[in-house]
Structures are given as structure tokens and as C-alpha cells.
């Protein structure tokens, strides 16, 4: 069945963030286009990787693998365009009808596995080739028959958008596949979970400092349960839960209460508060190294859900990576795919005001493989968003 065709203008994005899939373009580091282009293509290889890749949601929106298609297309077309932008005066780019490129290509029939790694060969190619861009050739200029005008670095945001955007657009493949793969690895990734460092051990004395003795506290994440021990020693109350069952029956095996809970789209009111003064609300809410695997586009809700289980001038720890764009990645004791959400310090700094919470401290700190971590510290507004 054919798909509507998208006939929108979307060089807008090149001036405010995109409200669908959360891509900043005004605010991206230039420097980092080439490999976030190449973190694009390792989400496409673990989705066509998946049973249903072929498989469309509705009869009217692409599968993943007709979307994996055009991205690759999207590269290769990009690739060309490039290359006139450095070699010709403002070149007039010829039109490029991208359904009936897919109907033509009959992107549905085509092999998931061959498609993967066609994707990931043309993002090195144009990444490469945007790598090789230097000084004033950033400033160079091609147009569309439309008339839209682009310089090379517009034309580079505008490109990563677009990679971006379909990402997005399968997106309802990435919390399936990082949560199968931690189910997977529970007893690996326990084992073989490194000594508390510094950064963290301190992070936990400020958060502590920050509450009332006995504060009761929501952990998102709680994986292995180590934070939540450390938490307990220091005199708070702890209610664990993770996204993945398998960290849950861990937990509970151990004698721990513990709660397979979303933060996204669950109810996360405190059942040992319903009726209280508190009103089922915590103190504070402790996120290490968790919400890094969130979504750009659902990271606004689940801050702007903790901050309404929170008590106003409740505190908040979060951490995640620092970087532009989002990757799946294999390292460490899960050797399944995991999906990882980069972010920058504006750019985290809005969305948790907008979500009602007021930064105290945001510290960046080296993690174990070179990564740089953002330690956030943040309490819950009085006055709400």
C-alpha cells in the first residue's frame, strides 16, 4: 500500500529544536556531525537485526526496514550533494522524490542483513567526507529546486536531522531491545560491576546531605541494587525498581522489595505514602546511570513525571553521557545492544527546567572508558514548571 507522501518543508528545524524527535540543530557541535552520523548507523544494524524489521506498524507508515532504506539513500544522496557543494559555485540540486524512490527500490522486498550494512557503509562515507571539510568551505552554498538554500554546515544539521528523525520514527524497537538485552545479562553485568568510584560516592554524600533522615527515596534503575545499599546506609529509605524484570527478581530474591516500573508511562506513586501527608510523593528521586538509555523526545516526560512524585524542594541526581546524537553500543559485561542517549549541558539544563526542576550543581566527571559523564544535582521546584 502506498505511503503519503511528505510533502513538508522541514528546513524550519535548522532554527528551533524539533518537538517530534528533539534534535537541536541550532545548538549542535559541528565537530561532533561526522560521528553522530556513524552512531545513527548502529542503531539501523540492531533494528534490521530484529524478526519484525519488515514488518509495518500500520499499513499507511514505512517498517523499519523501508525506513533503513531511505536513511541509506539519505547518505548516498547526501554524499553527492556534498561533493557538488565543494567542487561547483551554488550548484542547483536535482530533485529527489523520496517515495517514489522507495516504490521504485521496492525498499519492502530488499534484505534486512544487506541493507545493514549498506547503511553503515554509506554513514562512514559521507561521515568521512564531512570530515574532510575545512574553513571556509563550511560557508560554501547549494540550493534546492525548491529554492531552500543551504550552506555546507546548514546542510550538515540539516542531514543529521534527518537520520535523527527516522531513528526516531522506529523508536518503539529501542526500549524493547536494551531491555532484552540487560534480561539477558543480569548475573554477567552484576559480576562484573566495578567498585563505587569517587564521583559516585560523592554525588550520593550530596544528595544525602540534601534530605531530611529517613527521607524516602524512588530509585530509577536500580539494577543491581548497589546505589540503593549505599543510599540505605546513609539512613534513607529506598523503594527499588527497574525497567528489566530480570534486575527485579534479582532484588527481590535477595530480600529486597522491588517494582518492575516505567517511569515513562507507570504510575509512580509511592504506595507506602498513598494517604499520608505526603500524598504518595518522595523526597527525592535517584537516577544514575539510567535514564541515559531514555529517548531525546521522552526524556522531558519522565522528568516532568518524577518531578510531580516529588515533594516541592525534593532533590534529584541524574547522570548521563555527554555528547550529541544517540548510539546502541555493545561494551562491558552485556554483550546485547544498548541504546544510549547523548546529551549536552544546555540542552539538559532546559529540559530539566522546563520539567520543574531548579539545577544545583552540574559537575562533569571521566568515566572508566574515557566517557565523559554530566552528574547532575537538582531539587524539585515549589512554584511547578
Not at 525506513?67 to 557538488?84: G, I, P, S, T
Not at 550548484?91 to 545493514?116: L, R
Not at 552484576?190 to 527515596?217: E, H, K, N, Y
Not at 546511570?289 to 541524574?318: F, I, K, M, Y
Request: charged share 25%.
Amino acid at each position: 500500500m502506498m505511503i503519503e507522501p511528505d510533502t513538508k518543508d522541514w528546513t524550519w528545524v535548522l532554527e528551533r529544536p524539533c518537538p517530534e524527535c528533539g534534535f537541536d540543530a541550532p545548538g549542535l557541535d559541528r565537530d561532533r556531525i561526522p560521528q553522530a552520523i556513524r552512531d545513527n548507523a548502529t542503531l539501523w544494524d540492531v533494528v534490521l537485526d530484529t524478526e519484525d524489521a519488515a514488518v509495518r506498524p500500520s499499513a499507511h507508515v514505512w517498517s523499519p526496514l523501508e525506513y533503513a532504506c531511505h536513511v541509506r539513500d539519505v547518505n548516498e544522496l547526501f554524499a553527492r550533494r556534498l561533493e557538488l557543494m565543494l567542487t561547483e559555485d551554488d550548484p542547483a540540486f536535482e530533485n529527489w522524490d523520496q517515495d517514489d524512490a522507495a516504490v521504485v527500490s521496492d525498499y519492502g522486498s530488499e534484505q534486512p542483513d544487506k541493507v545493514a550494512a549498506e547503511v553503515t557503509a554509506a554513514a562512514d562515507a559521507v561521515a568521512s567526507a564531512y570530515e574532510r571539510v575545512t574553513g571556509t568551505q563550511w560557508d560554501r552554498t547549494g540550493r534546492r529546486d525548491d529554492g531552500a538554500v543551504f550552506t555546507v554546515d546548514s546542510f550538515a544539521r540539516y542531514h543529521l536531522h534527518d537520520l535523527v528523525h527516522h531513528a526516531h520514527d522506529v523508536s518503539h524497537i529501542t526500549k524493547r531491545v536494551t531491555v532484552a538485552s540487560y534480561e539477558a545479562a543480569v548475573e554477567a553485568y552484576t559480576a562484573g560491576q566495578p567498585p563505587m568510584s569517587a564521583d559516585v560516592l560523592a554525588a550520593i554524600d550530596q544528595f544525602v546531605s540534601m534530605l531530611p533522615a529517613g527521607a524516602r527515596v524512588l530509585e530509577i534503575g536500580s539494577g543491581s541494587g548497589r546505589d540503593a545499599l549505599a543510599l540505605e546506609e546513609r539512613g534513607l529509605s529506598v523503594r527499588r525498581t527497574d525497567i528489566t524484570p530480570a534486575f527485579v527478581r534479582m532484588l527481590r530474591e535477595a530480600g529486597h522489595e522491588a517494582t518492575v516500573l516505567d517511569p515513562l508511562t507507570d504510575d509512580l506513586t509511592d504506595p507506602e505514602r498513598t494517604g499520608s501527608p505526603e500524598s504518595g510523593l518522595y523526597d527525592g528521586v535517584w537516577a544514575s546511570a539510567s535514564l541515559l538509555h531514555v529517548r531525546r523526545e521522552d526524556l522531558p516526560q519522565v522528568l516532568a513525571n518524577l518531578a510531580d512524585a516529588t515533594v516541592p524542594g525534593g532533590a534529584l541526581h541524574l547522570a548521563v553521557k555527554e555528547g550529541d546524537g544517540a548510539r546502541f553500543s555493545v561494551h562491558g559485561n552485556v554483550s546485547g545492544p544498548r541504546h544510549f542517549t547523548f546529551w549536552r549541558e544546555p540542552g539538559l539544563r532546559a529540559v530539566l527546567a522546563d520539567a520543574g526542576w531548579e539545577v544545583r550543581s552540574l559537575t562533569r566527571n571521566l568515566g572508566r572508558r574515557d566517557e565523559t559523564w554530566l552528574d547532575v544535582i537538582a531539587v524539585r521546584a515549589t512554584s511547578g514548571p
